[in-house]
């Protein structure tokens, strides 16, 4: 099983401050087989990037994902209120496997 | 796209739960559905696909023996359900679509069953 783990666990931030989360697997992923959600509390995951850096419609264009390899990024370039929530990683190249996510928070 | 989703559920542990998911707004057809849990306070879990059309369902290896996913095309509704239940099962169990090929993301979700497992 493909392991991710996500890195830091909590990032406190303010609004307008740039976020940069990582992700990192237990095995090279084939870049065209990485995701981003983001969960907000009570809700279900969203999807916001898929193939390692396509945004999914309506995705704003301050969420960004890049990576190669075992490494991965999502990065907010400028956070907005309605940013802070839980985002989790996913590989689907090998079964699907989630990170164990990164909380932002104000 | 629209995943419904059927109502909580309260089990005691050894019992049965069988969980519907009704898909609409697109052909049936045409993309994987997968089941995924989140425990209280915890992360995401994958628990199994099934081929809509083919009816051909994979699971997570901790869920093989225990889960069975199958759908029915006349209703366009997909159905999870899960053995021998134990307290650790107690998860919001969302059902989401994939894509039209079997390994890809989940761009659409429901919104969630609550089962509860507990004496």
């Known amino acids: 099983e493909v392991v991710l783990t996500q890195s830091p666990g909590t990032l406190s931030l303010s609004p307008g401050e740039r976020a940069t989360l990582s992700c990192r697997a237990s095995?090279?992923?084939?870049?065209?087989?990485f995701a981003w959600y983001q969960q907000k509390p009570g809700q279900a995951p969203r999807l916001l990037i898929y193939?390692?850096?396509s945004r999914a419609t309506d995705v704003p264009d301050r969420f960004s994902g890049s990576g190669s390899g075992a490494d991965f990024t999502l990065t907010i370039t400028s956070l907005e209120p309605e940013d802070f929530a839980v985002y989790y990683c996913?590989?689907?190249?090998?079964?699907?496997?989630f990170g164990q996510g990164t909380k932002v928070e104000i | 796209v629209q995943l419904l989703q059927s109502g909580p559920e309260v089990r005691e542990p050894g019992a049965s739960v069988k969980l519907s998911c009704k898909a609409s707004?697109?052909?049936?057809?045409?993309?994987?559905l997968h089941w995924v849990r989140q425990a209280p306070g915890q992360g995401l879990e994958w628990v199994g696909i099934?081929?809509?059309?083919?009816?051909?369902?994979s699971y997570g290896e901790k869920f093989r023996g225990r889960v069975t996913i199958t759908r029915d095309t006349s209703t366009t509704t997909i159905y999870m359900e899960m053995s021998n239940l134990k307290s650790d099962d107690t998860a919001v169990y969302y059902c989401?679509?994939?894509?039209?090929?079997?390994?890809?993301?989940?761009?659409?979700w429901g919104l969630g069953a609550l089962v509860t497992v507990s004496s």
């Open positions: 989401a679509r994939g894509m039209e090929f079997k390994y890809g993301f989940f761009g659409f």
């Open positions: 707004g697109y052909s049936f057809n045409d993309f994987y």
């Open positions: 099934i081929n809509p059309t083919s009816g051909i369902p």
């Open positions: 095995q090279s992923v084939d870049s065209d087989y």
């Open positions: 193939d390692t850096s």
């Open positions: 996913q590989q689907y190249a090998f079964s699907w496997t």
